[in-house]
């Protein structure tokens, strides 16, 4: 998975709590992106970051934060969870920025 | 490792049979488009990539074939083999301000007997 990792790997999780994924690479890769996987939807942007403090909003933001202190760290946070951010979150990382990204192993997460 | 749900179109082929997934992609202004594949537990990887001008392209066992007219991607297998066993996702990529934007489609299990 190109150096990449993603914790935790499972999460159950109650409505109202806060939640932080994090996701590691060791590939030096300015681009770093978060997308969620629902069944029918394929994978949607949640956030990317094109340098350390440097972050946007994708597709599908709304209920999500991110943060990115050092090349290596994306974190992704929702504040409040709720039952409809259950689904199972990648991350992934580019050189360039382009359509070649590379993904980590995936963290499901289960909102109750 | 993570995968996709079960709601998804299939294609059973049998070992040594070709594939072909066909993708429907929505934006005239795409520059690039990509085939990513997803097996089991793991997160998708990029298999191949055909930029807008093109119509085809090939590569290891794989051929991408691009229909611009009525905007239709399709990629192709050749002798598809067990290990090909997995969810295909078509992408298409366009250029925004910000950088490169991918939009994913929902996906194409593919499903191969022995």
């Known amino acids: 998975d190109a150096g990449i990792t993603q914790s935790p790997r499972h999460k159950v999780t109650e409505t109202g709590t806060p939640v932080t994924l994090r996701c590691h690479q060791t590939?030096?890769?300015?681009?770093m992106y978060w997308y969620r996987q629902d069944p029918g939807h394929g994978l949607r942007l949640i956030h990317y970051s094109y340098g350390v403090k440097d972050t946007d909003k994708g597709e599908v933001s709304d209920g999500y934060s991110v943060s990115r202190s050092k090349t290596e760290d994306f974190l992704l946070t929702l504040e409040s969870a709720t039952s409809s951010q259950t689904s199972v979150y990648f991350c992934?990382?580019?050189?360039?920025?382009?359509?070649?990204?590379?993904f980590g192993p995936g963290t499901r997460l289960t909102v109750l | 490792g993570e995968s996709v749900g079960l709601h998804l179109p299939t294609l059973s082929v049998q070992e040594g049979d070709n594939s072909i997934i066909n993708c429907a992609y929505s934006n005239s202004a795409s520059d690039y488009f990509i085939w990513y594949k997803q097996e089991s537990g793991k997160g998708p990887q990029f298999i191949i990539d055909?930029?807008?001008?093109?119509d085809k392209r090939q590569g290891q066992r794989v051929t991408v074939l691009l229909n611009k007219t009525v905007k239709h991607l399709s990629l192709q297998i050749a002798a598809t083999q067990p290990g090909d066993s997995a969810v295909y996702f078509c992408a298409e990529n366009t250029m925004e301000a910000a950088g490169n934007k991918l939009t994913f489609g929902g996906g194409t299990r593919v499903l191969v007997k022995p």
């Open positions: 590939e030096n890769h300015r681009y």
């Open positions: 992934a990382i580019s050189f360039t920025g382009g359509y070649e990204q590379f």
């Open positions: 055909i930029r807008s001008n093109m």
